[in-house]
């Protein structure tokens, strides 16, 4: 399910999924496949995780490319979640034929 929510959505960005839900700053980016698509693979994600064991991989992972970057920004684009779902979010088939556990593909460090 999609909601607009402006205020769970952190400031600089466009969107957040918490399962089941996808939350979105605006309401004009429900329009917007690649946004979709990309909040999408993170549903999957979850669910591959259990949803909470997710949100701590997520959070730990941020820390330790917060400490290798010295870069907010860059530590975020740098999560292995982040990775895939940037890397193929303009595939629109890519949820059809993704194996499971794909972003451990996407652990290794990477400069975007």
Not at 31 to 49: G, S
Not at 56 to 64: A, K, R, S, T, V
Not at 73 to 90: H, T
């Amino acid at each position: 399910m999609i909601f607009i929510f402006k205020y769970i959505v952190p400031k600089g960005y466009t969107g957040i999924t918490i399962f089941p839900f996808v939350f979105l700053k605006y309401k004009a980016s429900k329009a917007d496949k690649i946004l979709i698509n990309h909040e999408m693979i993170h549903l999957r994600q979850q669910i591959e995780l259990l949803i909470i064991p997710f949100f701590i991989w997520y959070g730990f992972e941020f820390l330790i490319r917060c400490i290798q970057y010295r870069n907010r920004n860059l530590a975020y684009r740098n999560i292995s979640f982040e990775r895939e779902a940037y890397a193929n979010e303009n595939d629109f088939n890519y949820l059809k034929s993704r194996s499971f556990f794909n972003y451990l593909k996407y652990l290794r460090r990477h400069d975007f």
